[in-house]
């Protein structure tokens, strides 16, 4: 039965709504995928499957010319007089033979780099001629494993949904997604509707394949989506590429084509290898067959990625228009091996839309009602490609197995050996859940926090914590309680949460907690644990000064208006100083300096506190501004997107009162402002600067001073965009107002791009700045020059900075190495 409710699906898919079907092969019968099938002088059309497979839609018999095209083939026109539908007509295409002419081979200039500038010189006049548009948009993604990992970190990785046969081999991710786009150039803007969005084996059918993100112009200077890979046609492209000229041949309109070999200047540079066409005397892109690899665009897991793009001319704008692109990928990661490709086909453009000011708002993404809960009859009469027969399988086996996973009986079994308790499992922690009625219990293992510090000596952590899901919108409740035991001071410190949340638009959130616990008594936290753990026991530096807190505390946050983010908490606490119990390190006493004490203003002063114990309630109101913040609105949850357009503001007001000493009390204020510009090919650049103010100088304890961060580590893990290179950790603060400011730009190659013998090693050139100003002190400074993108073939996650910092004339400097594991 199955068998032939799987061939009756199969049958109405391919063919119940076909207007024009058939295969195409090339001459030794093999099945060619992604030839653009389209009417003749028009722009919209379709294109083959992975099978060769095409059905090409028409709202009438008659006459016709069909246009047969991809790249490396000769295009083929098919004149039909159609009668009935449906109708067949399979096609064979011929290898396209690419000839140089003789003047081509004679002449002393390379004719390759004529046709490059001749493209850059036009890229605005071709595309000014689409510079507004409406389309639609069809893509489909596909992802195949082989020979999947049975088990990833100990965990049983199940057969991805039903996708998965005896060889752990199959296909892992099948999506479609139609939509509605639209386009503006100046300035630019992009809008998408999605009518209709599947995904293999899952309720709310929302895909990745998203417009925006796979429109992919290689008429802009850099490609972001490759990780701002540099264009084949930038301005600046000759910095980066070579070009050959590897013949011409003549298009179905007997326009001259010329295919152009991209010869890297550099191996490792973030470019692309293949070929692009382009059209005589027009200068614009026929077409695209391109590649590259995870070493170019930092991403050392990614073996491959392939990009190839169709253009057809448009008599109607006189232009070359994209109609088809696809996406291929090849991942190697942790002994996963995903291949696969994304296809997206563009029809029905509307180059004269009629675009008001309410077109283009904040809102990017959009879905219409019920988009993903189209049936299969619909997505028939919609789909422009037809699905290969093993994707019709993978629809219909896991739309069946889906049904079956859901219910409490399978949910019971795959429960039944998650939660195995393991031998290890006090140690790395424990998870008890029940899928069915959606909620855990967790136990976090002692790993999960352990640490050393001079207070507690060997600290750990134990706790229990409970998840409980009211819904598929993000409505939820937590609460749990945790340990911390030091085993120097013999203090056992608990903590206890809960907290609830509505949705996952506005994401409104309730929190109240208390207990016992130790804090940094600089807040923004200069120092990691686990780099205090080394240093402490390798070097003997206890950079990490703590006090000790009991609180209660409620909190509340949500976005109150798209970009607007507001946050509040009311605590009320007992702070209490901390003295160091225990000297041990397994760096002797004898050759290093002994542990300085848990005083960060007098190191040397074992038996004085910092400050004195006291109790004080603390209001903190705040909110966080992306200005002109993009947004996503998905079924079920609004996805945020930062403009880098713009900076992203925060501020805050905390009023510190009811204190037991009543000096204590204070108002502060503080802002901050950050960004990150893209800007293309000559890099990123990033700014962070941040004030304070109090309302009224007070001899407040040192946690509530206005402090900056520091750094005394050689060796680093973050990007310490809001942290000093040479600072030491507690060396400025002040009760009166201060502000810091951080500018970096990270040059990527195109300053060391363009330096012979240099530009081999693929280093990005990084220069920045910072300083600081504090109420009655003299101002700090460093200045830092860096070379990022350090290390071998695909892993380049080394960073080296030499910074000189300048305070009231005495100057420093030094190297900090930094661990990049995202470039």
């Not at 959130?509 to 936290?525: A, H, K, V, Y």
Request: glycine share 6%; proline share 3%; aromatic share 16%.
């Amino acid at each position: 039965m199955k068998k032939i409710t799987f061939l009756f699906l199969f049958f109405c898919i391919s063919y119940s709504f076909a207007q024009v079907k058939g295969k195409i092969t090339n001459s030794k019968n093999a099945p060619l995928s992604f030839v653009s099938v389209y009417l003749d002088k028009t722009v919209t059309g379709t294109t083959s499957n992975d099978n060769g497979d095409y059905v090409l839609e028409l709202k009438k018999t008659g006459k016709y010319t069909i246009i047969y095209q991809i790249l490396g083939y000769k295009t083929v026109k098919k004149s039909v007089d159609i009668s009935s539908f449906p109708y067949t007509l399979d096609v064979v295409l011929e290898e396209e033979k690419v000839e140089l002419d003789e003047i081509s081979i004679s002449t002393k200039d390379n004719p390759a780099n004529r046709i490059i500038r001749n493209v850059i010189a036009n890229k605005d006049k071709n595309t000014d001629k689409y510079a507004n548009y409406t389309a639609k948009f069809y893509s489909r993604g596909l992802t195949r494993i082989k020979d999947a990992p049975e088990k990833f970190l100990g965990q049983n990785m199940g057969d991805f949904g039903g996708g998965l046969d005896s060889t752990r081999s199959g296909i892992v991710y099948l999506s479609e997604t139609f939509s509605n786009i639209s386009f503006q150039k100046k300035p630019k803007r992009f809008k998408e509707k999605i009518v209709a969005s599947k995904v293999s084996g899952q309720d709310n059918g929302v895909s990745f394949n998203r417009a925006e993100d796979s429109n992919i112009n290689l008429y802009e200077n850099s490609i972001e989506i490759f990780n701002d890979l540099v264009s084949p046609i930038s301005s600046n492209a000759f910095s980066y590429y070579k070009y050959k000229l590897e013949g011409t041949f003549y298009d179905k309109n007997g326009k001259l084509i010329n295919k152009i070999k991209l010869i890297p200047k550099r191996k490792n540079d973030r470019i692309f290898n293949g070929s692009i066409y382009i059209v005589e005397d027009d200068w614009a892109l026929y077409g695209a067959d391109l590649s590259t690899t995870g070493t170019q665009i930092n991403i050392p897991f990614v073996n491959s990625l392939g990009l190839k793009q169709g253009y057809n001319y448009s008599e109607k704008i006189d232009a070359w228009v994209l109609i088809s692109q696809s996406i291929e990928f090849d991942i190697a990661f942790l002994g996963f091996k995903p291949r696969g490709k994304f296809s997206y086909v563009y029809s029905d453009y509307d180059f004269a839309p009629k675009f008001t000011e309410n077109t283009f708002t904040n809102e990017v993404l959009s879905f219409e009602e019920n988009a993903t809960k189209k049936d299969t009859v619909y997505w028939n009469t919609l789909r422009p490609v037809p699905l290969t027969r093993e994707e019709v399988k993978d629809y219909s086996i896991k739309d069946s197995i889906k049904v079956v996973r859901k219910s409490k009986k399978y949910l019971d079994s795959v429960n039944k050996v998650q939660n195995k308790f393991g031998f290890l499992s006090p140690i790395t922690g424990y998870t008890y859940r029940n899928s069915y009625e959606k909620w855990s219990l967790s136990y976090n293992g002692l790993l999960d926090e352990l640490s050393f510090n001079t207070v507690q000596g060997f600290n750990a952590s134990a706790g229990l914590s409970y998840f409980k899901r009211l819904n598929d919108k993000g409505k939820w409740w937590s609460a749990g309680v945790n340990v911390n035991y030091g085993f120097s001071d013999k203090r056992a410190r608990p903590t206890f949460y809960f907290s609830k949340k509505w949705n996952n638009f506005s994401r409104p959130r309730f929190s109240i907690s208390g207990g016992i616990t130790t804090l940094q008594f600089n807040p923004r936290n200069p120092i990691s644990k686990m780099d205090n753990l080394i240093r402490s026991l390798l070097r003997r530096d206890n950079y990490m000064k703590i006090y000790e807190k009991e609180y209660a505390r409620i909190s509340y946050s949500e976005e109150i208006k798209n970009g607007v983010y507001f946050y509040s908490s009311l605590e009320y606490a007992n702070r209490k100083p901390l003295f160091n119990t225990t000297n041990y390190s397994f760096a002797r006493q004898s050759r290093n300096d002994p542990y300085t004490s848990n005083n960060p203003l007098e190191p040397n002063n074992y038996s004085t506190a910092p400050f004195t114990a006291h109790k004080i309630a603390t209001l903190n109101v705040g909110a966080r501004i992306v200005f002109a913040q993009k947004y996503l609105s998905y079924p079920d949850s609004k996805f945020n997107a930062d403009n880098s357009k713009y900076p992203t503001l925060s501020l805050n007001y905390r009023k510190r009162f009811a204190a037991s000493n009543s000096s204590f009390n204070s108002d502060l204020f503080t802002g901050n402002l950050r960004q990150f510009i893209n800007t293309g090919n000559y890099g990123d650049l990033t700014y962070n600067i941040r004030g304070g103010l109090f309302l009224k100088q007070k001899d407040v304890p040192i946690m509530d001073l206005l402090q900056a961060n520091g750094n005394q580590l050689a060796f680093v893990t973050d990007n310490q965009l809001n942290s000093f290179g040479l600072l030491e950790y507690y060396r400025f603060f002040t009760n009166d107002k201060y502000a810091e400011a951080h500018i970096e730009h990270n040059f990527r190659g195109s300053i060391l791009g363009k330096v012979p013998l240099l530009n081999k090693l693929n280093f990005h050139l990084v220069g920045g700045a910072k300083t600081l100003f504090m109420a009655d002190t003299k101002p700090y400074t460093e200045y830092s020059v860096g070379l990022d993108n350090i290390g071998f073939g695909k892993w380049r996650f080394l960073r080296i900075d030499y910074i000189r910092s300048n305070y009231a004339g005495i100057k420093n400097d030094g190297f900090v190495f930094r661990l990049n594991l995202l470039n």
